[in-house]
């Protein structure tokens, strides 16, 4: 599986961004696709998750603001992003889960300007 991201840039605080990811490969139906983030000099942590069936769950830092979403036709998953603060900057990952293996995109930076 091979995942490709984008939709990265730079926004000024209160500003909006939608990030994409493309899923490629041999996909099963029965999977979980999430973003990630690592902001400079921090671990790299969860920031939304959708499975298959639509149940979605979010960091708490992030609630009310950002909301994630999937294509299933298109195996795209989004993370649109509303409201954005300065700490939201960081690279955003995106994961596919399935058959116990985890696969990772390659990344978009997402940078705030307060």
């Known amino acids: 599986v091979q995942l490709q991201a984008c939709g990265g840039g730079l926004v000024q605080a209160g500003g909006s961004l939608r990030l994409s990811c493309v899923a490629s490969?041999?996909?099963?139906?029965?999977?979980?696709m999430a973003w990630y983030r690592q902001a400079p000099g921090k671990q790299r942590e969860s920031v939304a998750t959708?499975?298959?069936?639509?149940?979605?769950n979010y960091a708490d830092s992030v609630k009310g603001r950002f909301t994630i979403s999937r294509d299933i036709a298109k195996n795209t998953v989004y993370l649109q992003m509303n409201s954005l603060k300065s700490e939201d900057t960081a690279v955003y990952y995106c994961?596919?889960?399935?058959?116990?293996?985890?696969?990772w995109g390659q990344g978009t930076l997402v940078t705030v300007s307060s």
């Open positions: 994961k596919h889960s399935q058959l116990a293996r985890d696969y």
């Open positions: 490969g041999r996909i099963f139906s029965n999977n979980v």
């Open positions: 959708i499975i298959s069936g639509g149940s979605t």
